[in-house]
Nanobody
Framework: QVQLVESGGGLVQAGGSLRLSCVFSGRTFSTYGMGWFRQAPGKEREFVGRISWSGGSTYYSDSVKGRFTISRDNAKNTVYLQMNSLKPEDTAVYYC?????????????WGQGTQVTVSS
């Protein structure tokens, strides 16, 4: 059974940084592309970015490009989301996801989410 467990969320001031982690278990991590999504109160879930199974390719939404960085450590079965220059509009629950066909937007597994709150 696949599990994804996010951590690292919290309260930060605007302009600050946070790093989220997502630990994957239950299958072979290195065969999955990984992604990050977020959902703000009253809004639909939004794609943040993704990373290929090897870590050699990343893709970001325009809203976070240049501020957020996704990386992965296949030896630790972990994907990271480094968030810099945070803005109040980045406040949301952040979810990681795993997909064997992630480049086609197909996500097989989801974590439970971690709250990020950015104060102005």
């Amino acid at each position: 059974q696949v599990q994804l467990v996010e951590s690292g969320g919290g309260l930060v001031q605007a302009g600050g940084s946070l790093r989220l982690s997502c630990v994957f278990s239950g299958r072979t991590f290195s065969t999955y592309g990984m992604g990050w999504f977020r959902q703000a109160p009253g809004k639909e879930r939004e794609f943040v970015g993704r990373i290929s199974w090897s870590g050699g390719s990343t893709y970001y939404s325009d809203s976070v490009k240049g501020r957020f960085t996704i990386s992965r450590d296949n030896a630790k079965n972990t994907v990271y989301l480094q968030m810099n220059s945070l803005k109040p509009e980045d406040t949301a629950v952040y979810y990681c996801a795993a997909g064997a066909a992630s480049a086609r937007g197909i996500w097989d597994y989801w974590g439970q989410g971690t709250q990020v709150t950015v104060s102005s």
